[in-house]
């Protein structure tokens, strides 16, 4: 049973813009943040890892390698080399010099103008700083952030971690039949550990079946991920999702 509300005060459906508008601008970057509210998204997607010099930086990768051709871990970088980074040229040379940002530097900027769901990227099972971290991010920012973040994460450890210490935040459990994913976690099951408020499913397992047993039963509500097509969008919504995250928020505003 979903224990803390989703957004309550927030117009429906949400639409978290997946990375910021990342089918228009380099993903996890203020370019890619600042395109999606230029579109009129409600609310954004990022991802964060924490450094080796403790900041909560945002990104998605373990490494820069797939956006900026650096193979360093970014637990080994402290941030001051995160900053010299460039993480714009990959997706349009339009973009060079973007880099990775904080998530401070995103609360400060968005909140609590924007929704934000803030997935955390951890594979640890105990001893993880980044729950904490982030918890004392969003005390530091109180009410203007606490009210307006939901916190997710493939991994429940670092979910249940996180709501032992911000229980006021609505978190989700997030899964896919991925191979990088467990395969205990392929369907789901992560919810009974994290103890989490709504879930995050990849679209492909909404159906009939699951909605009744996750919304109607568990009475948890769903914002499946990636969706980028307003047709398919349109019908998730219908059939009771109360959202969804997509790359191309351009194409989903006016929802009735």
Not at 56 to 81: K, M
Not at 146 to 152: D, E, G, H, I, Q
Request: proline residues 7%; charged residues 25%.
């Amino acid at each position: 049973m979903s224990s803390v509300p989703l957004l309550p005060d927030r117009k429906r459906p949400l639409v978290f813009a997946h990375r910021g508008c990342s089918s228009l601008a380099p993903e996890n970057t203020l370019a890619s943040f600042n395109k999606a509210r230029e579109t009129g998204a409600p609310g954004l997607e990022l991802d964060i890892h924490v450094c080796a010099s403790g900041e909560l930086v945002v990104a998605h990768d373990d490494t820069f390698q797939r956006t900026a051709g650096d193979s360093r871990s970014i637990a080994e970088l402290d941030y001051r080399e995160i900053k010299t980074i460039d993480v714009g040229s990959f997706f349009d040379p339009a973009f060079r010099g973007e880099r990775a940002p904080l998530l401070e530097h995103v609360l400060e900027a968005f909140c609590p103008d924007m929704y934000i769901d803030i997935e955390l990227k951890t594979r640890k099972t105990k001893d993880d700083p980044l729950p904490g971290l982030l918890a004392e991010t969003l005390n530091r920012f109180g009410d203007r952030a606490l009210k307006s973040v939901t916190v997710s994460s493939f991994n429940p450890f670092g979910i249940r971690a996180f709501k032992r210490l911000c229980p006021q935040v609505p978190t989700a459990v997030i899964w896919s039949a991925d191979t990088e994913v467990p395969p205990i976690l392929r369907r789901g099951f992560g919810r009974f550990l994290a103890h989490c408020d709504y879930l995050k499913p990849v679209y492909r397992q909404v159906n009939r079946w699951s909605r009744f047993r996750w919304s109607g039963v568990e009475k948890r509500p769903l914002v499946p991920w990636t969706i980028d097509d307003r047709a398919l969008a349109e019908r998730m919504l219908k059939t009771g999702c109360a959202g969804i995250i997509t790359n191309r928020p351009q194409d989903m505003g006016g929802f009735s």
